[in-house]
């Protein structure tokens, strides 16, 4: 029996989106994986469907959790004060006070 696999099957598709996935910015990313989430929890996807969607999610799981790493590294970086690290909460610039109010 010869094999039938070709460039649509999940395994050619899922080195395709790896390549794809570590281009795309943080939010892209991360809508397109609650995209993915949304249809496997539909439950109508065949098995090798499911697979595929499902590596795909892991790829653009794992782009994310990447990008916040690499935010949270230049967050650190910049409240560095001389030699020494201080961590400090993330604040949003809506709570800091403005003048003039």
Known sequence: MADRR???TPDAASQ???AETSELSFETALSRLEDLVVRLE???LELEAALAVF???VALSRRCAEQLDQT???IDALVREGALLVERPFEDESDEPVEGR
């Open 6 to 8: 070709d460039a649509a």
């Open 16 to 18: 395709g989106t790896r």
């Open 42 to 44: 539909g439950g109508d």
């Open 55 to 57: 590596e795909e999610g």
């Open 72 to 74: 949270e590294r230049r």
